[in-house]
Every structure is written in structure tokens, then in C-alpha cells.
């Protein structure tokens, strides 16, 4: 929109012009531009925060989710090696409430964790409690050590 045709030539509206030009050349999606949702999530997962712990038979994801309900709380597994936790927190509706101040957190909360190879991705369990998800991922024993295979020697002609 070039609005120098409406007969207006001040600084101003050259001005206003020149801003309209490269928010117009900046909002055209590319394929290098994140997604929006790919910016939610990765905002989310910084403002997660967890503490992972290692102990000889498992792996302790501590994630802390304040003012989230249990059950609106998710672990799921990616892939069958990355383990997700999220939820949600949304404001309450409350009839005829005005908020003076809001600085809790609102919206979504997200971790995700690659799991190790000795993760046994068929035992994890999850608790809630005080506002943190623990998950607990089971290690697989170890793998027994390969006995070395004999091969008989052909004594011939």
C-alpha cells in the first residue's frame, strides 16, 4: 500500500510508509521461520523447570508443574526414547473478579527428555505431588556378556 498516491508527501506518512513496507516484507512466512507452535512449545520447556536424577536401578525426572491438577498432567513417550511432560495451568473463571495483580504463570508447561539406551521403556511410573511430577524410568540389566563362539577346525587333504 503505497500511500503517497493519496496526494500526502510529509515526513510522517513516509514515515508510516516505511514502516507498513517492512512489517509487509517481514510477516511473509519462509521455510526457515520456527512455527508458531514450535515457538509455544520451546518457550514452555524453558520455563519448565527439572531436576533428572540417576540412581543404579533407574532415572528420576523431577518437573515442576505449580497450580496443575494431576490429572490434567501428561507423560507420554515419543518415539519409544523421548520422554514428554506437560500440562497446562489456565486462569480461573471467576465471576465479577478483577485482577490487581497477575504474576503467576499461566499456560503451558512442557519438558522433554531423551532417554538413555539402558532405559526400559516398559516400566515408568508417575507421581504427583505439591505441584511436582516425578517420573521414574526402570533401567534394563545389563546385557550378559557373549560367550565367544567356538568354530571347529577341519583338519583335510
Known amino acids: 500500500m503505497d500511500l503517497?498516491?493519496?496526494g500526502l508527501d510529509n515526513s510522517l506518512l513516509s514515515t508510516?510508509?516505511?514502516m507498513l513496507d517492512f512489517a509487509e516484507d517481514h510477516e511473509k512466512p519462509t521455510q526457515n521461520n520456527p512455527s508458531k507452535?514450535?515457538?509455544r512449545d520451546a518457550k514452555a520447556m524453558a520455563a519448565t523447570p527439572a531436576d533428572v536424577k540417576e540412581y543404579?536401578?533407574?532415572y528420576v525426572f523431577m518437573v515442576d508443574m505449580p497450580g496443575i491438577a494431576g490429572g490434567d498432567i501428561k507423560v507420554q513417550l515419543?518415539?519409544?526414547?523421548v520422554l514428554v511432560v506437560s500440562g497446562e495451568r489456565k486462569r480461573e473463571k471467576e465471576e465479577g473478579v478483577k485482577y490487581l495483580r497477575m504474576e503467576r504463570r499461566l499456560g503451558k508447561f512442557m519438558r522433554k527428555f531423551a532417554?538413555?539406551?539402558n532405559a526400559n521403556?516398559?516400566?515408568?511410573?508417575?507421581?504427583c505431588r505439591d505441584g511436582v511430577v516425578?517420573?521414574?524410568?526402570?533401567?534394563l540389566p545389563p546385557p550378559e556378556p557373549k560367550k565367544p563362539k567356538t568354530i571347529e577346525v577341519k583338519i583335510g587333504n
Open 78 to 81: 515419543e518415539d519409544d526414547k
Open 4 to 6: 503517497r498516491n493519496f
Open 115 to 117: 532417554l538413555p539406551e
Open 134 to 139: 516425578v517420573v521414574t524410568v526402570e533401567k
Open 37 to 39: 507452535a514450535y515457538i
Open 56 to 58: 543404579p536401578s533407574s
Open 121 to 127: 521403556t516398559e516400566a515408568i511410573s508417575a507421581a
Open 16 to 18: 508510516l510508509q516505511d
